[in-house]
Structures are given as structure tokens and as C-alpha cells.
């Protein structure tokens, strides 16, 4: 089992940046596929950044591209979510999720289903 904890969000202008972390505890690491998903208010979670376990394999949902970094640290075990050039459309509720699925671990996964373990999210707003 491994619990998950995000922070870094809050409230930030159009095109400004943030840096999201998500700090893992529990089984090791490194025997888990991440991602990040948010939700926007009346919306379902949506995909946006998945990465394997040793961070060579990384995918974006298609809004993201370009803008968003996904990346892990394993020896402080967290994954980040580096945001840029926010969109006011961006505003939502982000979280960290982590799979024991051998595809996620070795590659990615873009589900909701695929992940089995989240965490409690962090809000981040963007205003224009």
C-alpha cells in the first residue's frame, strides 16, 4: 500500500507557472506507474500527465503538451507536475494517483481505472 500526499497549488494569474509535488509513503517506490488527473467543478477527472517508474517514459494529455513536465525523484520518492502558462480553463482540483500495473509501471497508463491508490488532490485556481 502507499499513500499519497500533493501540495504546491494555490492561486495563480493566467500564463504563470506552478510546481506540484506528490510525496509518496509506503511500499517502495519504485514498484509504481504515476500519474496526475484533475477535476474541474461538474467535470469528470481527466488525464494529464502519466510517467513510468524510472521516469523514462513519460505521455500528456493532448491540452498539456508542451506546457506541462511530469517527473520523479525516486530517492525522495515524489513526482512532480512542473505547470506553465496556465489557463484560467486549468482551475481544478489536481491529484497523484499510482498503479501497480505492470504496463503503468514499464510504460504508462491514462486511466482512471488503471490507478489504484490517490491522493486527497490540491486546488489549483487560475485567474485571468
Known amino acids: 500500500q502507499v499513500q499519497l500526499v500533493e501540495s504546491g497549488g494555490g492561486l495563480v494569474q493566467a500564463a504563470d507557472s506552478l510546481r506540484l509535488s506528490c510525496a509518496a509513503s509506503?511500499?517502495?517506490?519504485?514498484?509504481?506507474?504515476m500519474g496526475w488527473f484533475r477535476q474541474a467543478p461538474g467535470k469528470e477527472r481527466e488525464f494529464v500527465a502519466a510517467i513510468n517508474w524510472n521516469g523514462a517514459r513519460t505521455y500528456y494529455a493532448d491540452s498539456v503538451k508542451g506546457r506541462f513536465t511530469i517527473s520523479r525523484d525516486n530517492a525522495k520518492n515524489t513526482v512532480y507536475l512542473q505547470m506553465n502558462s496556465l489557463k484560467p480553463e486549468e482551475t481544478a482540483v489536481y491529484y497523484c494517483?499510482?498503479?501497480?500495473?505492470?504496463?503503468?509501471?514499464?510504460?504508462?497508463?491514462?486511466?482512471?481505472?488503471?490507478?489504484?491508490?490517490w491522493g486527497k488532490g490540491t486546488q489549483v485556481t487560475v485567474s485571468s
Open positions: 494517483a499510482a498503479s501497480t500495473r505492470y504496463s503503468c509501471i514499464s510504460d504508462y497508463c491514462t486511466g482512471t481505472v488503471d490507478y489504484a491508490y
Open positions: 509506503g511500499r517502495t517506490f519504485t514498484t509504481y506507474g
